[in-house]
């Protein structure tokens, strides 16, 4: 069982940055693709980003690419989350994912593991 602990979320102004962290602990994280998602008032949770063990591949949903940078430190145990250019539609809940990277005929995807941090709000307004 993983725990994480998000942190560094806030409230700030359209176009500014902020970088988040999720600290893990109780597993071997190093062997975890790494996934963050966010979720706004009423709906769904989406995926964001995700970072495979050895930071070799990521995916980014089209609504953040070349915004948001996601990496990790195996030797910390904690995965960042790089947010520039924030937009209000980025308001939501962000919450990291330790994970697996899925193989198979059509490509890969991302499985979420079942432990989930209590998330930190990021609020982008004017």
């Known amino acids: 069982q993983v725990q994480l602990v998000e942190s560094g979320g806030g409230l700030v102004q359209p176009g500014g940055s902020l970088k988040l962290s999720c600290a893990a602990s109780?597993?071997?994280?190093?062997?975890?693709?790494m996934g963050w998602y966010r979720q706004a008032p009423e709906k769904q949770r989406e995926l964001v980003a995700t970072?495979?063990?050895?930071?070799?591949?990521?995916y980014y949903a089209d609504s953040v690419k070349g915004r948001f940078t996601i990496s990790r430190d195996n030797a910390k145990n904690t995965v960042y989350l790089q947010m520039n250019s924030l937009q209000p539609e980025d308001t939501a809940v962000y919450y990291c994912?330790?994970?697996?990277?899925?193989?198979?005929?059509?490509?890969?995807?991302?499985?979420?593991?079942?432990?989930w941090g209590q998330g930190t709000q990021v609020t982008v307004s004017s």
């Open positions: 109780g597993s071997i994280f190093s062997s975890n693709t």
């Open positions: 994912n330790a994970g697996h990277t899925v193989y198979n005929r059509d490509g890969s995807y991302f499985r979420a593991g079942a432990s």
């Open positions: 970072i495979t063990s050895g930071g070799s591949t990521n």
